[in-house]
């Protein structure tokens, strides 16, 4: 009786404690469901991801910013901190960012600029630099911390690593390939010079290098490139970038990975010089191995002499194991993109963490081998996206301790049974842990916070004093701001409370089936998904009458984008809709995957914030090191559209790199078809459910490489590599672009242009409305369209086509194309069972009132709801899981399959109407080519009033002079900005800072009124 009792007491209180977490749960969602991105009032913060942050969940914890006390608002505090190292007796901790730490100024308006040190002698040089990464020192003997230092470096990457005398440490210098020492001095730590000059890049003496030591350097590919033309040369000339360090156990030997070099170099710490080069791959070699070497770990002799390396190949999948001794180097697979590394105090263990599979692998060192594989999902869950990138052993080495960056979170892995037993909240994109000397405390860095508003996104100019009077950079990476956590080790049912916390954060409670999206599942048969490029909703859609919006912010107002306006009001108005990426690489992962990698997490605010777009490439879209994957090494009769372009300039195959089709950066499953396969991309899932797809310059490799062509539709007998812009290119038959993924290879359209500032957006609809007609007179659709019109990037003004040689005609061009591809499907038979889905990749240029990341989306189908304004709390990950939805395919990663899909949008009533396109009326005058939009001339087609150019061509060109436009993230999105504000505002509109929302409630009917006045004026002088 006793027992029966206390098991129904058991089960009661079990009940009970359901009921409360439900309750909790469905609270908790009803709040989150209109929130904006932002603080939570109940604690913690909501994501542009959709995710929830609780940093200070842990009882006792502390969570504070990386404050550099370089301003008194903390705008120039510090971001990205990707590495953790405690010193040898446990009282020191150093903290490293390697990320985007650039372009801050003082509230006085003077440019924040540091001296850059000699490397020979570690004193201060004449150069200096306003990049500005850093390495915190903080005192933890007491178990609290307490900053003593921060030291600036220029550029780093990830590497971080203490002397085993804790007299020292030492830090990779990135793409300035070298390796810095610092020494104390009893009260701080000095510059201890030289420094370890890795000897890859040239003039490497000089405070900066040249950026020019990568691995193509010297093949017969880069030749060719630098000796018959110029431009070409920029696809293959990379630079060197140092990444992860160690040093043996008697501080003689440091071994340094060079990530893109694909080799590892062992030093001599007392004489600071190489001793030699491991290579693992060279150019021309057949079996891709120790490609993309990011973490070091060195086992040390019994004399701690260094006796192994073991270094992670990211692209490789496995650990590279090399004898110091013989340089025998022994491959050990393991998971997809191994990341960090940590030994076990005997050195028999190394302990990897697996980024793309959610995993550990466990490698006996004497034998090298994985003798276990530790799977960090939860039981049965057969989605990745956790991302753990650090691995840290308890004092007893009894757990382990690893960051997952993509559910915010650090798991605790109980090392007897290899399961994890927890999670404990942290900071947004955790980083990496160390763990206190008594084992009582945790260490943990996270990369970045939310942004808020950024009204006065980009460079502050003398004529915004009056908006930004502090000079704060307002670009979405500067805002975003790194964290440091103090968790006390939680242990039994406080580590269970914090597990269910970080459920809730990520949404594990959401997974139950959409009734609206089951009803449309049976109603929806097509998606065209159409991503465009960086603007954000007050910059297009602040001026509606409906939504929250800023209009003083508008910087393309009705007549400038009519499409954008009316396509809001006459379907649905997303006002709080959010891009989860800060720019393009990471905005392109999160539009097509709902995710990132780890890889892309460190290595885009690098690109961004210290690179300087030299050494790291743009791998987020198919390519690596600029190198088509999709694409053979080489063939007999070589072109951009059937070659790698480094086969293109050496057929010999003795350039050749990257073997295989494995890109570095993509998720798990990419490319992988069979009906088990879980992961990769939107059209993975897609094919892998059994629909058609067809591309439209996604994930593509074309001609638009820099053409000394005033006329870019003629060829550049300069530069074999460019493809002539035109027109009507299947006419022509010129063929404009190749994937960059195998898979897309057969179903991409190769006469669609792809990112190409130059061309015009109308020239790419009439490409897609010629194809898609195909399918239309079948009375067919692709169940899923990948198209991309990316001319509201903006750029290369001085040899534009079609005369679209301004921003506000490159806006107007996006637009009417964007208007023309609705219309087209709305007046088709297939109308009634199709979704056309658009948003931007990302929203990093431009300003808005709310937060850096809100952007403009649009759901347009006959079930989408007409005249309305939805408030919920979407975004990115959002829309994936809605197309995954409607077509009623797999979804890819924890992400999307947590997420809620934009059901408030639709009805189940549907309205067939037509849309009807309108036609900016800037596209009807001087200097656009009057062939581009026939429909000027048309009596029947409503038109805007054209609105006079404040600048004409010859004033971009002039602003823009040295701006890069030919590849995405070539170009200073701050300066770019603010050169955008100026050439629509003038000088004499100052430049937007951020304003009080009662500010904004009294300025915005009278501002509307001005604005409609104005266009009223405009179209009376018109007719």
Known sequence: ??????????????????????????????????????????????????????????????????????????????????????????????????????????????????PVLDPLTGKPSATRTSKAEWVFVFDVSSGKLVKQQQINIPNTYNGLAWAKDGTRFYVSGGIDDRVYAYASNGNQYLPD????????????????????????????????ATGAVVAPAQTVTTGAVVA????????????????????????????RKVLREIKFFRPGDRIPTGEFPFDVAIKSAENGAAAKVFVTSQRDNEVVAVSIASGQVTRIPVGSQPNKVTLSTDQKRLYVANGNSDSVSVIDTNTNSVVQTINLS???????????????????????????????????????????????????????VSVSKDGQNLYVVNAKSNSGPNPSNGETTPSGLARNTTFRNEYTWALEKAGISVIPVPKGGTLATLSEQVDRNNGFYNRRPDRTMKFLQNKIKHVIYVVKENRTYDQILGDLPVGNGDPALTLF????????????????????????????????????????????????????????????????????????????????????????????????GKSSILPGTRDVNAPAGDGELNSNAIGGYLWDAALRAGKTVRNYGFFVLDGSYSTTQADP????????????????????????????????????????????????????????????????????????????????HFGDFGNAVAGLNTVPLQMADNDYAVGLLVEKISK?????????????????????????????????????????????NYNTVSLVRTMEDLLNIGYLGITDANAKPMSDAFTREPDFTAYKAVVPGNLCGKPVD???????????????????????????????????????????????????????????????????????????????????LSTDNLSAQAN
Not at 572 to 586: A, I, L, P
């Open 244 to 271: 992860g360090l160690d040093l043996s156990k008697d501080g003689k030997t440091l071994v340094a990975a060079n990530f893109e070099n694909d080799s590892i170099s062992i030093v001599d710490t007392t004489n």
């Open 828 to 872: 088709s038979p297939l109308w009634k069972d199709t979704a056309i889905v658009i948003v931007e990749d990302d929203s990093q240029d431009g300003p808005d009132h709310v937060d850096s990341h809100r952007s403009v989306v649009y759901i347009i189908s006959p079930y989408t709801k007409r005249k309305v304004v939805v408030s919920t």
């Open 378 to 432: 939860r039981p049965s869950d057969q989605y990745k996206g956790a991302n753990p990138n650090s691995v840290a052993l308890s004092s007893d080495e009894r757990q382990l301790y690893v960051t997952l960056g993509g559910e915010n979170a650090v798991a605790v892995v109980d090392l007897q049974s290899g399961r994890v037993i927890g999670r404990i909240p942290t900071g947004w994109y955790p980083n990496s």
């Open 193 to 224: 010079a030289p420094f370890i000059l890795l000897g890859h890049n040239s003039e490497q003496t000089a405070p900066f290098p040249i950026y020019d030591g990568g691995l193509l350097k010297n093949t017969p590919a880069e030749t060719v």
């Open 713 to 792: 539709t003629e060829p550049d007998p300069t530069n074999p590599l460019y493809i002539p812009i035109s027109p009507n290119p299947t006419a022509d038959n010129i063929p404009q672009a190749v994937a960059a993924k195998r898979v897309l290879l057969d179903k991409t359209d190769n006469y669609f242009r792809g990112y190409d500032q130059k061309n015009a957006d109308i020239y790419l609809y009439n490409e897609w409305a010629r194809d898609i007609d195909s399918y239309l007179a079948r009375n067919e659709l692709p169940n899923l369209s990948l198209v991309r019109l990316p001319h509201d």
């Open 557 to 652: 107002p009705q007549p400038i984008s009519p499409n954008h306006h009316k396509l809001a009001l006459d379907f649905v108005t997303f006002d709080n809709f959010y891009d989860s990426g800060e720019s393009s690489g990471v905005g392109w992962n999160w539009s097509t995957y709902a995710r990132t990698t780890d890889y892309t997490e460190k290595t885009q605010s690098v690109l961004y914030g210290n690179a300087e777009f030299n050494g790291l490439t743009y791998d987020y879209e198919g390519t690596n090191r600029r190198i088509n994957l999709a694409l053979p090494q080489t063939s007999s009769n070589p072109s951009q559209f059937n070659t790698r372009v480094t086969g293109v300039l050496d057929p010999s």
């Open 1 to 114: 009786m006793f027992n029966f009792k206390r098991k129904r007491y058991l089960l009661l209180s079990l009940l009970v404690a359901v009921v409360i977490v439900v309750s909790s749960i469905q609270i908790v969602t009803a709040q989150l469901a209109t929130s904006r991105v932002g603080d939570l009032p109940e604690g913690g913060a909501l994501l542009p991801t959709g995710q929830v942050i609780t940093p200070a969940a842990a009882p006792g914890s502390t969570f504070t910013r990386l404050a550099t006390g370089l301003r008194t608002d903390n705008n120039a505090d510090a971001a990205e901190a990707v590495t953790t190292a405690l010193s040898p007796d446990g009282k020191t901790l150093l903290v490293l960012t390697s990320g985007y730490n650039n372009n801050f100024r003082s509230q006085n308006g003077a440019d924040l600029t540091y």
């Open 930 to 1012: 009057p062939k581009l939009v026939p429909a000027c001339q048309d009596k029947n087609v409503e038109k805007t009033a054209a609105i006079p150019s404040l600048r004409n061509q010859q004033w971009w060109v002039q602003a823009t002079k040295g701006f890069n436009f030919e590849v995405e993230d070539k170009v200073d999105p701050e300066k770019f900005n603010n050169v955008v504000w100026a050439g629509i505002k003038g000088n004499n509109v100052p430049y937007p800072t951020e304003r009080s929302h009662a500010d904004l409630r009294q300025n915005r009917a009278q501002l509307l009124g001005k604005l409609s």
